[in-house]
T-cell receptor, first 116, second 112 residues
């Protein structure tokens, strides 16, 4: 059973460029959350998508945007990249209707983004 | 002040030692408490979860939550070199999205 799949695994971009990261959720999951993990830090919540809509957003600028497709996969887009955007971007999927169980997330291995 | 504080370590112990990892938090709305393990170049994987105050044991791992003190702990008994990883505490107030608030993580090395 495939877990959460993220692509690409590594990416190097130049300041000012735009990047798109992709996530396929675990089979049976319909909700996707994105987290940013800077080096030596814990993951920080970017936003969550359910039913193809952004349901909640963390403290991230509008340069960060996302999309969820009918097959539940998701994309994270970051525009006008800054050096500070260099981080591991994690996708976490879960199944809606789990009765309020925040431990139901499955994380992918992440995309390592380096901005130079 | 961060909502969740965690000693980043690093922590180095000999094989077989008892390891104690701790987090404090400031948000009284947190009801769900989790510990994740993250190996290098991997995503976090859930180790333990608890709801509200109390203790929970699973094999060599014990999680404790003291809501009155806003303090949670993870104990690892008979630590093994394979336990070497970063340990992240995470908390949630629940709600529609159940978003997780993580600590900074503690890097643990268990020496053979």
């Amino acid at each position: 059973d495939a877990g959460v799949t993220q692509s690409p695994t590594h990416l190097i971009k130049t300041r000012g460029q735009q990047v798109t990261l992709r996530c396929s959720p675990k089979s049976g999951h319909d909700t996707v959350s994105w987290y940013q993990q800077a080096l030596g830090q814990g993951p920080q919540f970017i936003f969550q998508y359910y039913e193809e809509e952004e349901r909640q957003r963390g403290n991230f600028p509008d340069r960060f945007s996302g999309h969820q497709f009918p097959n539940y996969s998701s994309e994270l887009n970051v525009n006008a990249l800054l050096l500070g955007d260099s981080a591991l971007y994690l996708c976490a999927s879960s199944r809606e209707g789990t009765g309020g169980r925040p431990w139901g997330y499955t994380f992918g291995s992440g995309t390592r983004l380096t901005v130079v | 002040q961060k909502e969740v504080e965690q000693d980043p370590g690093p922590l180095s112990v000999p094989e077989g030692a008892i390891v104690s990892l701790n987090c404090t938090y400031s948000n009284s709305a947190f009801q769900y408490f989790m510990w994740y393990r993250q190996y290098s170049r991997k995503g976090p994987e859930l180790l333990m979860y608890t709801y509200s105050s109390g203790n929970k044991e699973d094999g060599r791992f014990t999680a404790q939550v003291d809501k009155s003190s806003k303090y949670i702990s993870l104990f690892i008994r008979d630590s093994q070199p394979s336990d070497s990883a970063t340990y992240l505490c995470a908390m949630s107030a629940g709600g529609a999205t159940n978003k997780l608030i993580f600590g900074t993580g503690t890097l643990l090395a268990v020496q053979p």
